[in-house]
């Protein structure tokens, strides 16, 4: 098989990376959720060889980013797991968890899902990065995220760009506090939680 390629992995790898330098400074092991095609783990382990970038997905996911993978032939990327945010999580903790455009492909229960997994899988002094669109205060941010959500909608009713404060009570509710609320091109977010008590 052919690399899957994501055109907006591909544009948004570098502003994200930015930011990711600084909030990820002194991590060491990074989850990501979702990986996808699996450029972004190739573009951010490249990009900072101190960490340990672990990829996930569903299974149907993997031989793609496997072949993403392989080819950069890292010494800081595993092989991905398979991550289904219903079923097992890995036992390891990390000190840094990534995911990017997979809370409004999510249906609800599962972004409830994937914020409750988070205790059992994260460091005491853990930070959680998501990227992607977001409602703030019930509204959207632009007619091109409102059009995209008609369009998430069309394609699964339990589709939908989710809002931050909606987001935000998940985080606290297992001990994550939002740090850094960021606007990001093409009208997408990312956002940062540090767990409480952890520090700046």
């Known amino acids: ?3 899957p390629y994501s055109a907006a992995s591909e ?3 570098e502003p994200i990376l930015v930011l990711l330098r600084q909030w990820f400074a002194d ?3 990074v989850l990501e959720i979702g990986s996808g095609t699996g450029q972004h783990a190739v573009h951010f382990a490249t990009a900072m060889p101190h960490l340990i970038w672990q990829s996930s997905d569903r299974a149907e996911n993997l031989p793609g980013i496997r072949l993403w993978l392989d080819e950069a032939d890292l010494p800081n990327t595993p092989a991905p797991l398979e991550l289904d945010v219903m079923g097992a999580w890995p036992c390891w903790r990390y000190d ?3 995911s990017a455009n997979t809370l409004h492909i999510m249906a ?3 972004v409830e899902s994937f914020f409750a997994s988070l205790s059992g899988v994260t460091t005491d002094d853990a930070c959680v990065a998501i990227y992607g669109p977001f409602n703030i205060d019930g509204q959207f941010t632009s007619e091109s995220n ?3 959500d008609r369009e998430l909608k069309m394609r699964a009713a339990h589709m939908g760009i989710r809002d931050t404060s909606d987001v935000d009570v998940l985080a606290a509710s ?3 506090d939002l740090a850094e609320d960021i606007a990001m091109p093409a009208n997408n977010r990312l956002r940062l939680w540090r767990r409480r008590g ?3």
Request: proline content about 0%.
């Open 1 to 3: 098989m052919n690399k």
């Open 11 to 13: 544009r948004n790898g």
């Open 27 to 29: 991590r060491r092991h």
């Open 96 to 98: 840094a968890i990534f």
């Open 108 to 110: 609800w229960h599962e």
């Open 146 to 148: 409102a059009a995209f």
């Open 174 to 176: 297992v001990g994550f």
């Open 198 to 200: 952890a520090g700046s």
